[in-house]
């Protein structure tokens, strides 16, 4: 079993910068490709960012340029630094971990955008 602790949300105004955690208590966390989703309540989930076991990443065009997704394979972490945050990015955020066709989720982590 995979669990998925996401941290680091909050409020934050326009223009402004978070960076959430997502820790991993899996082994060969390195294996897993890793995920952040968001949803905003009434609408579908939708991917945010994914990072292969290499290291390549695939961003969601709505957030090309200013987030970005990384992983601590030593620390089973993996990390989405998200700068010039706009309104339209308040949503909750989880954490994804897929492998062989198994799927893992985070609890969620909820991220405002506002003045």
């Known amino acids: 079993q995979v669990q998925l602790v996401e941290s680091g949300g909050g409020l934050v105004q326009p223009g402004g910068s978070l960076r959430l955690s997502c820790a991993a208590s899996?082994?060969?966390?390195?294996?897993?490709?890793m995920g952040w989703y968001r949803q905003v309540p009434g609408k579908q989930r939708e991917l945010v960012a994914t990072i292969a076991s290499s290291g390549s990443t695939n961003d969601a065009d709505s957030v090309k340029g200013r987030f970005t997704m990384t992983r601590d394979n030593a620390k089973n972490t993996v990390y989405l630094q998200m700068n010039s945050l706009k309104p339209e990015d308040t949503a909750v955020y989880y954490c994804n971990a897929r492998r062989f066709g198994y799927v893992f989720w985070g609890q969620g982590t909820q991220v405002t955008v506002s003045s």
């Open positions: 899996v082994s060969s966390f390195s294996s897993y490709i």
